[in-house]
């Protein structure tokens, strides 16, 4: 609804080659919806592309790398369900795990614990409480039990520049700072504050590539850097995301990116999989713990316009 009432009529007029004056025109007739505004930018950034017959990374103005680390991510469940799905991640070529934690202290420990006792000491473990502990002092207590098995970054503790400042000053590790994160703004707050060392970058949060561009840019200037983080998104948004990932210099940390691919094409069972199916006609390529970016104009992707109607609703 927003983006047919509001935002589309806004903006129908210009050219997708104006994407400054688009976003301008978004953000005066509809404050805030990043996500609906997201999707607009993305569908702009791949028709400017496709009708200049390039990469969407190219119009961003940087193209670093072909592909992006994969971080696996194991939800809130039982530690030996995690430790099961992460060895079969890892035995697909993934080399950084992600725990969900922030609901039991005990679990939260124990989980890496496990990880580390079961896995490579050369795989990657990192955590999201994604603001789910109570207070600073046991967001701190947790993480330096979990520092002893070789997490290397402490990712939204608590809610909060303030919060994350106060945890980042008493833990030997970066903390990440995502929810924390959505505007250019509260990068140079996060920074300001010694609240957070990296921080996770999405197209979505700020509304779209363009936003984000400037989000990792102003990062950059400061020294911190990211991830491309996202909602484990289809094909699509990850094709976006991906990207994204290309144009910025500094997003050179393991992300939560999905190995996009429609059911029944080959590519990891586990590893980067969330869903049965895609409505993207191709997989995306995985080699040596990286998921490729597409390599077509636009966002290289094509979409299986008869999947969308049948799954719509």
């Not at 688009?22 to 990043?34: F, L, Q, S």
């Not at 969900?100 to 896995?119: A, I, M, W």
């Not at 795989?123 to 994604?130: G, Q």
Request: hydrophobic share 40%; proline share 5%.
């Amino acid at each position: 609804h927003m983006v047919e009432a509001h935002l589309f009529p806004a903006i129908h007029d210009i050219s997708p080659f104006q994407i400054g004056n688009i976003h301008a025109r978004m953000d005066k007739v509809v404050k805030g919806n990043p996500y609906a505004k997201a999707a607009l930018d993305t569908a702009i950034y791949d028709i400017a592309g496709k009708a200049l017959g390039r990469p969407v990374c190219d119009l961003l103005g940087a193209d670093f790398r072909d592909s992006i680390e994969v971080t696996h991510s194991l939800g809130i469940m039982p530690v030996d369900k995690c430790i099961e799905e992460a060895k079969q991640a890892i035995a697909e070529g993934v080399l950084t795990i992600k725990c969900k934690t922030g609901l039991d202290p005990e679990r939260d420990v124990e989980v890496v614990r496990r990880l580390r006792e079961e896995v490579s000491e050369t795989v990657k473990i990192r955590v999201d409480a994604n603001e789910g502990y109570p207070s600073v002092s046991e967001a701190v207590r947790v993480t330096r039990m979990q520092q002893e098995f070789g997490v290397f970054i402490c990712e939204q503790p608590l809610m909060g520049t303030e919060m994350l400042a106060r945890v980042a000053e008493r833990i030997d590790i970066p903390v990440m700072a995502d929810e924390s994160a959505w505007t250019v703004q509260d990068i140079i707050e996060l920074y300001n504050a010694r609240a957070a060392e990296c921080f996770s970058c999405y197209v979505t949060k700020p509304g779209g590539l363009y936003r984000a561009k400037q989000q990792g840019d102003v990062a950059a200037a400061l020294h911190m850097n990211c991830d491309i983080g996202g909602s484990v998104e289809l094909g699509i948004g990850n094709a976006a995301n991906l990207h994204l990932g290309a144009a910025l210099q500094n997003a050179n940390l393991p992300s939560v990116l999905p190995v996009s691919k429609p059911k029944g094409a080959a590519g990891p069972e586990i590893a980067g999989n969330y869903y049965l199916d895609d409505i993207i006609t191709e997989p995306f390529e995985f080699r040596d713990g990286r998921v490729c970016r597409p390599t077509g104009p636009g966002l290289g992707i094509t979409v299986d316009e008869d999947k969308i109607r049948a799954y719509s609703v």
